[in-house]
């Protein structure tokens, strides 16, 4: 059984000038305004925070209860569900760190990512698109919220799913749009169809790298170069349950660990590595519990959960921010697509798929703020409209816009001298201090005949 634990106390309100994201100018998170006969009242009381067998807290309101078995029929191979599959779809959990205004920003965010997402879908299928498509339908509250929660000077490495997070830190949808039709106005100018491109100088977004799991001892290296230029920095990158089992992801975390560098990593334990399910890859019921042979915080929240998910990245920001190092966020979901566009995803049971569809992350955010009374149907409908009209132009000048041409592939190839200056982007980093004179006799390096 689990056992309860005391959630943790809200934030002292602080007041600073805020940011679009709700920030305030030293990255902190803006108060809740709210008051009760001229007096600030206090936030809701949080739900309690449960713990598992091991210790790792699991903000969820529900725990699902459901296992995935291999099936054999002749010489044919599928995979059947059991479990409990009709409980009802638990309420979001009250941020503790959101305003309104904030709540209200990180939907607007989420619809835009959807809707640029089925826009590129029809591009794809009006064979406009060079290469393959890779959706996250289902994880616009993973990828927007943990984006929403950075400050203005912090890192991020998206992941394939991860193309809302780009919306937020500050890429137009035409900026994805072009990119996977390899115009010239794209990110990478035409030389690339999918999703290898970053911006260095303005956003602080790291490419995605296609060898998963590579992003993470990057993003741990990004973080280290910040402290050795006098900043402590969040470094956010995501990983999926499969590209986790990488070597690679083992050694980028336990290196962020020792070193206590400010990676914030989030797996989205998305239930299917491309067709495997998570039950055939690991033996472990929670992702979480790699923290601990880390040395390091991990924590497991619902996916779906636009506030679970802004909290706990909030909490881990901080933290990098302090210089306390990384954690590990787990957030449980589904992925509702298949791997690319390519696959259909028929391993998948219905009844699986059909579980999380009543989970969908924005239906469930939509129905929490007119819940709340912070967003009327008629707003809402009025909001929707806004983000439609603004991806049509985008998708508009995203068609409009030229190929490169052809004298421009090999521009850009190669850095030489004349392309950028080389520096710090920070400060200089402090010279470490050498030992003057010879090496003695016990420092000198032992040559074995």
Same mark, same amino acid.
């Not at 990098?320 to 791997?339: C, D, S, V």
């Not at 421009?408 to 200089?428: L, S």
């Given at each position: 059984?689990?056992?309860?634990?005391?959630?943790?106390?809200?934030?002292?309100?602080?007041?600073?000038?805020?940011?679009?994201?709700?920030?305030?100018?030293?990255?902190?998170?803006?108060?809740?305004?709210?008051?009760?006969?001229?007096?600030?009242?206090?936030?809701?009381?949080?739900?309690?925070?449960? /713990?598992?067998?091991?210790?790792?807290?699991?903000?969820?309101?529900?725990?699902?209860?459901?296992?995935?078995?291999?099936?054999?029929?002749?010489?044919?191979?599928?995979?059947?569900?059991?479990?409990?599959?009709?409980?009802?779809?638990?309420?979001?959990?009250?941020?503790?760190?959101?305003?309104?205004?904030?709540?209200?920003?990180?939907?607007?965010? %989420?619809?835009?990512?959807?809707? %640029?997402?089925?826009?590129?879908?029809?591009?794809?299928?009006?064979?406009?698109?060079?290469?393959?498509?890779?959706?996250?339908?289902?994880?616009?509250?993973?990828?927007?919220?943990?984006?929403?929660?950075?400050?203005?000077?912090?890192?991020?490495?998206?992941?394939?799913?991860?193309?809302?997070?780009?919306?937020?830190?500050?890429?137009?949808?035409? @900026?994805? %749009?072009?990119?996977?039709?390899?115009?010239?106005?794209?990110?990478?100018?035409?030389?690339?169809?999918?999703?290898?491109?970053? @911006?260095?100088?303005?956003?602080?977004? /790291?490419?995605?790298?296609?060898?998963?799991?590579?992003?993470?001892?990057?993003?741990?290296?990004?973080?280290?170069?910040?402290?050795?230029?006098?900043?402590?920095?969040?470094?956010?990158?995501?990983?999926? @349950?499969?590209?986790?089992?990488?070597?690679?992801?083992?050694?980028?975390?336990?290196?962020?660990?020792?070193?206590?560098?400010?990676?914030?990593?989030?797996?989205?334990?998305?239930?299917?590595?491309?067709?495997?399910?998570?039950?055939?890859?690991?033996?472990?019921?929670?992702?979480?519990?790699?923290?601990?042979?880390?040395?390091?915080?991990?924590?497991?929240?619902?996916?779906? @959960?636009?506030?679970?998910?802004?909290?706990?990245?909030?909490?881990?920001?901080?933290?990098?921010?302090?210089?306390?190092?990384?954690?590990?966020?787990?957030?449980?979901?589904?992925?509702?697509?298949?791997?690319?566009?390519?696959?259909?995803?028929?391993?998948?049971?219905?009844?699986?798929?059909?579980?999380?569809?009543?989970?969908?992350?924005?239906?469930?955010?939509?129905?929490?703020?007119?819940?709340?009374?912070?967003?009327?149907?008629?707003?809402?409908?009025?909001?929707?409209?806004?983000?439609?009209?603004?991806?049509?132009?985008?998708?508009?000048?995203?068609?409009?816009?030229?190929?490169?041409?052809?004298?421009?592939?090999?521009?850009?190839?190669?850095?030489?001298?004349?392309?950028?200056?080389?520096?710090?982007?920070?400060?200089?980093?402090?010279?470490?201090?050498?030992?003057?004179?010879?090496?003695?006799?016990?420092?000198?390096?032992?040559?074995?005949?």
């Amino acid at each position: 059984m689990a056992t309860k634990s005391k959630s943790a106390k809200s934030a002292k309100p602080t007041t600073r000038k805020t940011s679009a994201n709700g920030r305030t100018s030293s990255g902190k998170s803006a108060p809740i305004k709210a008051s009760v006969n001229g007096r600030p009242a206090p936030l809701a009381k949080a739900p309690a925070i449960y /713990v598992n067998q091991f210790g790792i807290p699991d903000w969820r309101l529900e725990h699902p209860e459901f296992t995935v078995r291999e099936v054999t029929s002749g010489p044919e191979v599928h995979y059947e569900i059991s479990g409990k599959l009709n409980t009802p779809v638990p309420p979001l959990r009250e941020s503790k760190y959101m305003n309104k205004d904030q709540h209200l920003a990180l939907y607007r965010w %989420m619809l835009m990512n959807r809707r %640029m997402e089925v826009a590129l879908e029809n591009l794809y299928k009006q064979s406009k698109v060079v290469g393959g498509v890779y959706f996250g339908l289902g994880q616009e509250a993973c990828s927007c919220a943990s984006a929403f929660a950075l400050g203005k000077d912090d890192w991020f490495a998206p992941m394939i799913r991860n193309q809302g997070a780009q919306l937020v830190r500050g890429f137009h949808a035409r @900026d994805i %749009m072009m990119q996977y039709m390899a115009k010239a106005g794209s990110p990478t100018h035409g030389k690339d169809g999918t999703s290898h491109y970053g @911006d260095i100088e303005k956003r602080q977004m /790291v490419a995605p790298i296609s060898m998963l799991g590579d992003l993470l001892p990057v993003m741990a290296g990004v973080s280290l170069g910040a402290r050795m230029q006098g900043r402590e920095l969040a470094c956010l990158t995501w990983i999926g @349950d499969g590209g986790q089992s990488t070597g690679v992801s083992y050694e980028g975390i336990n290196f962020a660990a020792v070193r206590k560098l400010g990676l914030v990593l989030i797996i989205e334990s998305n239930l299917w590595a491309y067709s495997t399910p998570t039950e055939y890859q690991v033996n472990v019921k929670d992702l979480a519990n790699r923290a601990i042979g880390y040395g390091m915080p991990g924590v497991i929240i619902d996916g779906t @959960d636009a506030c679970q998910v802004y909290d706990a990245t909030y909490e881990a920001v901080e933290r990098a921010h302090r210089g306390e190092g990384p954690t590990l966020i787990e957030a449980k979901l589904m992925r509702m697509k298949g791997h690319a566009i390519h696959d259909a995803a028929a391993y998948v049971p219905k009844e699986m798929h059909e579980f999380w569809r009543t989970r969908d992350c924005i239906d469930r955010f939509q129905k929490y703020l007119i819940e709340k009374k912070w967003l009327t149907p008629a707003q809402d409908a009025e909001l929707m409209a806004g983000v439609e009209k603004e991806i049509d132009a985008e998708r508009e000048f995203a068609e409009n816009s030229p190929m490169p041409e052809g004298h421009t592939a090999a521009e850009g190839v190669y850095c030489d001298g004349t392309c950028h200056a080389i520096k710090p982007k920070y400060a200089m980093p402090k010279k470490a201090r050498r030992s003057e004179g010879k090496l003695k006799e016990t420092e000198a390096a032992i040559h074995f005949k």
